[in-house]
């Protein structure tokens, strides 16, 4: 027999829906519900969803007005900051901003939906920490799971009442389990089960296609032979032969996040480019979202240009075209967002600049891990970005991603819910 979970997202930005996609496939009918726009969603508990999406999207694009954008997002920001690790104290006070994210659930946001999906109760496995809070507030009878999307989280993600809840966390890192027990969560809650990534882009357990995507890259990243003159026998061992030559061109990627604030860096990366773009020596992808004026955004500055643009009007579609295309793209350059972890695919990042406190603790960890590198003047993206490519550097971060990153979180959470 067949086994489901309820799946859970919300649509505000893409981090909770990109987590969710992977884990479809344990959906009835492979349909993630988002908890703010479901079919047959109370008015009263739309237009709260409603309020918060709009407030943060208006935050995230306003940031780059000057100085007040810069105010405004500071303040923010500070609500939702992550503390200081060390020294390793009791954090299970609870914070503003989880006080303010219960106040309208005691009034009864989100009741709609937990009934409705308590006449079924499937485990519940949601990937935004306001639905767990919904479901365990209005007694949901079934496993209530939180799949954290992060590399380290703020206090917000944790219950008012951590020791006596029942909500169980899927752990990316080995940080966040620590960070969990912090802030005051029974250990026996917590799994470390790596992030959910897509299974079109690694195969089986035994990872059949993501090692041969990540033959094919390796062969791009290491022009020179410098890293595989060095580590021969780890590659041989870990992927086997490389191919005498790619099956791509050496590619590069930039993804705009959901408020498309930071397009203009995949503008000025395609400029610089422009004449290694027209000799056919690099490709250039613009993953564009689902927003209409991005797409258009990129299609104006890339004129004369042959640059792919990936952009759907559904975020399913969207994803399905970006993971496909991620599979021949050897460098991803974007913000540290949920996307950080898609480096245990072995794919080397450029990172954007972060937004947000959460981004500032991913571009640490994936710069500490070795798995990337902050972008620098993008101007002189012709000598730096060759250096790091002749030097063997992106190659080396490609593997230390590959060997060192958790792979298989999709498979650790299913077995999770359904033993």
């Not at 496995?125 to 989280?153: H, L, N, Q, S």
Request: glycine share 8%; proline share 5%; aromatic share 12%.
């Amino acid at each position: 027999m067949e086994k489901n979970a309820w799946v859970i997202a919300v649509d505000m930005g893409y981090g909770h829906q990109r987590t969710a996609y992977p884990l479809r496939f344990l959906a009835p009918e492979g349909k993630v519900i988002n908890a703010n726009n479901y079919k047959g969603i109370a008015e009263k508990d739309r237009k709260m969803w409603l309020k918060a999406k709009q407030g943060y999207e208006f935050v995230s694009a306003f940031r780059r007005t000057p100085i007040i954008g810069k105010l405004i997002f500071g303040a923010f920001n500070k609500l939702q900051r992550i503390l200081g690790f060390y020294p390793r104290r009791d954090l299970s006070k609870p914070n503003l901003q989880l006080k303010q994210t219960l106040a309208p659930i005691k009034k009864g946001w989100g009741r709609d939906l937990i009934e409705k999906l308590s006449k079924n109760p499937l485990p519940l496995v949601a990937t935004f920490f306001t639905a767990v809070f919904m479901a365990e507030r209005f007694k949901y009878p079934g496993d209530i799971y939180c799949v954290v999307c992060d590399t380290d989280i703020s206090r917000t993600w944790a219950p008012l009442n951590p020791k006596k809840s029942k909500i169980k966390y899927f752990a990316p890192t080995k940080r966040v389990v620590e960070r969990l027990k912090l802030y005051g969560v029974n250990p026996n809650n917590v799994f470390l089960t790596g992030y959910p990534l897509p299974q079109e882009n690694i195969g089986s357990e035994k990872m059949e296609i993501l090692k041969e995507d990540l033959r094919h890259r390796l062969v791009n990243l290491d022009p020179r032979k410098n890293y595989f003159e060095k580590y021969k026998d780890l590659v041989n061992l870990e992927l086997g032969k490389l191919p005498e030559k790619a099956n791509h061109p050496l590619t590069i990627m930039f993804a705009v996040g959901g408020a498309g604030a930071q397009r203009h860096i995949g503008a000025k990366i395609v400029k610089n480019l422009s004449k290694r773009i027209k000799s056919g020596k690099i490709k250039v992808i613009l993953a564009a979202g689902i927003r209409e004026k991005v797409k258009d955004y990129f299609i104006e500055q890339t004129k004369g240009l042959k640059v792919e643009i990936i952009f759907d009007k559904t975020i399913e579609e969207y994803f399905r075209k970006f993971n496909l295309a991620l599979r021949k793209t050897d460098i991803l350059w974007t913000k540290p967002s949920e996307l950080s972890f898609y480096s245990a695919l072995g794919v080397p990042f450029i990172i954007a600049p972060p937004i947000g406190s959460q981004e500032d603790f991913n571009e640490r960890w994936l710069i500490n891990s070795g798995f990337g590198f902050a972008q620098k003047n993008i101007s002189y993206i012709n000598e730096w970005l060759f250096d790091w490519l002749d030097s063997g550097f992106l190659a080396e971060a490609a593997m230390q991603g590959f060997i060192e990153g958790e792979k298989l979180g999709t498979f650790n959470i299913k077995k999770i819910c359904f033993g």
